[in-house]
């Protein structure tokens, strides 16, 4: 297990379609993390993970968004009929108590 | 609400020089943890340094220190004798243990060779 890793790295969908991501955490952290990062901002928070329990949502995942993490594993961040708006990096992170580690994210755009 | 403040969003150096990114936080946590990101053009964002409030003594990896002062709320970042490769955004973020961290805006670092 090398890091966290994210699937598709790009993804470029029409506007009204839907898209999901994956991100597979370091198998031994039981905490995984969902931020979204625009064009010249630092990554923001979206929603994040102990285990399969969903603990927290941003008031920035609007009903459109919707994250899962079914066995405690791996996580998937689906978005339902996409908007130019949601064009932006999402990155996924695990942690443990010590160490916090990025994916290398998903590129999403939205045309 | 937790808050990072990366007062300097573009700097330029010549290879070589030392370069000082400044980050300042709030929080009413009185224990947080303190971290540094570099994201460079390919977009991954690199973890560097994770430090707790209880820890001030600054540290130094390399050509990389970070001083931490809490009578300022400061995590500053020091990179000596920068490199070309030094050429990125960091982050500075601020985060309470297990919980969400929480970014500052960026500093872009270009090095100038």
């Known amino acids: 297990d090398t890091g966290v890793s994210q699937d598709p790295r790009h993804k470029i969908t029409k506007r009204g379609q839907n898209v999901t991501f994956r991100c597979d955490p370091i198998?031994?952290?039981?905490?995984l993390y969902w931020y979204r990062q625009t064009l010249g901002q630092g990554p923001e928070f979206l929603t994040y993970?102990?285990?399969?329990?969903?603990?927290?949502k941003s008031r920035l995942l609007s009903d459109r968004f919707s994250a899962e993490r079914p066995k405690g594993s791996f996580s998937t961040l689906e978005i339902q009929r996409t908007e130019q708006g949601d064009s932006a990096m999402y990155l996924c992170?695990?942690?443990?108590?010590?160490?916090?580690?990025f994916g290398q994210g998903t590129r999403l755009t939205v045309v | 609400a937790q808050k990072v403040t990366q007062a300097q969003t573009e700097i330029s150096v010549v290879e070589k020089e030392d370069v000082t990114l400044d980050c300042v936080y709030e929080?009413?946590?009185?224990?947080?943890?303190l971290f540094w990101y570099k994201q460079p053009p390919s977009g991954e964002l690199v973890f560097l340094i994770r430090?707790?409030?209880?820890?001030?003594q600054n540290e130094i990896s390399g050509r990389y220190s970070w001083n931490f002062q809490k009578s300022t709320s400061s995590f500053n970042f020091t990179i000596t004798a920068s490199q070309v490769v030094d050429s990125a955004v960091y982050f500075c973020?601020?985060?309470?243990?297990?919980?969400?961290?929480?970014f500052g805006i960026g500093t872009k670092l270009q090095v100038i060779p």
């Open positions: 929080t009413r946590d009185t224990t947080y943890y």
């Open positions: 992170a695990s942690s443990s108590s010590t160490e916090a580690f």
């Open positions: 993970f102990q285990n399969e329990a969903q603990l927290e």
């Open positions: 973020a601020l985060g309470g243990g297990y919980q969400k961290v929480t």
């Open positions: 430090r707790n409030s209880f820890d001030e």
């Open positions: 198998s031994e952290h039981n905490r």
